[in-house]
C-alpha cells in the first residue's frame, strides 16, 4: 500500500506538538515537586511552631484569667460568650484594682521602684512590645488584654500596664528508678498550686539569664559554700552547651493574676538533665517557693499545674530529651 511521505510542514508540527508536550510534562512534574516540597516545608513549620494558637470563635476563652486569686477582691462575672472585647456590653463594670504594694513601687516616684506610673499614658508604648501582637487600647488609653474581658481592670499585682513578661525553665530528667519523664516544679507560696519554677524579666535581662536565676534561685536553696560550688558547676552543664535549651512556648499565659488592663506573656525554655546530671540535681526550695519536687508528667498532680505551665510542658519535643 502506498503511503504518502509527510510534507516539511506536517514534520514541522508533529516536533513542535512534541516539544509542547514535553514541556508540559516538565512543568507539571516540577508543580508536584514544589508542592511536595511546600507540604514538606509546613509539616516542618507545624513541628516547629512555639505560638500558642490565637484564639479563635471556636476556642475556649481564657478561664484562669476570670478565676479567684488570694489577694484579689472579687472579679465581676464574665461569660465566655461576653469575654471577646468584639462583643458589645454597654452594661459591662469590671472590679477595679491595683495592689498597694504596685502603687508604693511607680518607678517615677520611688528610686529603685519596678512599677509603671498610675497613669498609663505616661509609658513610652513605642518601647513596649507584646508576643500577642499590636496592643490595642480602650478609650482611656488604657491596654486591652488582647484575650479579652476579665472581670477586672486596672493592674492587679502586676507592675506593668499591658504585657509582663516572665521566663519560665522547663527542667525535665528521667526518674534514675522509674525511667518515667519528671519535670522540676515548684509550690508557689502565693496560693499553695504546683508550677514552674518562673519568674519576671529584669529590665534589660535577656531571657535565657532570667531562666537560669530564676531556676537557681526557686529550687537550688542550698545552706554551704561546697554545694552551692558544685550546684554552679552543674547548672553550667544544664544551661551551657550540655543541656541545649530550646524554646517550646513564646506568648499569653492565662493567669488568675491577669488584669483587663494588665497580663502575663512568657517564654518558656527547656532543658533536659543527662542521665548522671538527673541523679546529682537535688532539689532545695527557695525564694518564693513553699516546696519543690521532681514530678511525674501525667500524674493527678501534674494535671493541675499553675495557669498555662501544662500546656507549655506538653509542647517539649520527647525527642529532645533522648537526644
Avoid at 517615677?108 to 500577642?132: F, I, L, M, N, Q
Avoid at 530528667?173 to 504546683?194: E, H, M, T, W
Amino acid at each position: 500500500m502506498f503511503r504518502r511521505s509527510k510534507s516539511r510542514s506536517e514534520s514541522r508540527h508533529d516536533v513542535q506538538t512534541e516539544a509542547r508536550l514535553r514541556n508540559h510534562r516538565e512543568q507539571e512534574e516540577k508543580r508536584l515537586e514544589e508542592a511536595e516540597a511546600e507540604k514538606q516545608l509546613q509539616q516542618k513549620a507545624e513541628k516547629l511552631a512555639i505560638s500558642e494558637p490565637k484564639l479563635s470563635s471556636g476556642s475556649r476563652p481564657h478561664t484562669q484569667a476570670r478565676s479567684a486569686f488570694p489577694f484579689y477582691p472579687a472579679r465581676a462575672v464574665v461569660a465566655d460568650e461576653k469575654v471577646p472585647w468584639a462583643v458589645k456590653w454597654p452594661d459591662y463594670s469590671p472590679t477595679t484594682f491595683t495592689a498597694p504594694h504596685v502603687l508604693a513601687n511607680d518607678s517615677t516616684v520611688k528610686p529603685g521602684g519596678w512599677a509603671d506610673p498610675v497613669d498609663p499614658t505616661s509609658v513610652d508604648w513605642p518601647c513596649r512590645a507584646s508576643y500577642e501582637g499590636p496592643i490595642a487600647f480602650d478609650g482611656h488609653q488604657q491596654p486591652l488584654n488582647p484575650r479579652g474581658r476579665t472581670g477586672m481592670s486596672q493592674r492587679g499585682y502586676l507592675g506593668k500596664w499591658g504585657a509582663n513578661h516572665a521566663a519560665d525553665p522547663i527542667v525535665t530528667r528521667f526518674d534514675p528508678a522509674s525511667g518515667r519523664l519528671q519535670v522540676a516544679a515548684i509550690v508557689r507560696s502565693d496560693n499553695g498550686v504546683i508550677a514552674l519554677p518562673g519568674g519576671m524579666v529584669d529590665a534589660g535581662e535577656i531571657v535565657s539569664a532570667t531562666v537560669r536565676r530564676e531556676f537557681a534561685e526557686e529550687v537550688l536553696n542550698l545552706p554551704s559554700e561546697a554545694q552551692r560550688s558544685e550546684v554552679t558547676r552543674l547548672l553550667d552543664q544544664l544551661f551551657a552547651g550540655g543541656g541545649g535549651g530550646k524554646v517550646v512556648y513564646r506568648g499569653y499565659v492565662d493567669d488568675p493574676r491577669n488584669t483587663d488592663n494588665a497580663w502575663m506573656e512568657t517564654v518558656a525554655m527547656h532543658f533536659h538533665c543527662s542521665p548522671e546530671l538527673g541523679k546529682m540535681l537535688a532539689l532545695h526550695a527557695g525564694d518564693d517557693a513553699a516546696d519543690v519536687q521532681w514530678l511525674e508528667v501525667g500524674t493527678p498532680e501534674y494535671k493541675k499545674l499553675y495557669a498555662s505551665h501544662k500546656m507549655m510542658i506538653d509542647m517539649i519535643d520527647l525527642d529532645h530529651c533522648r537526644a
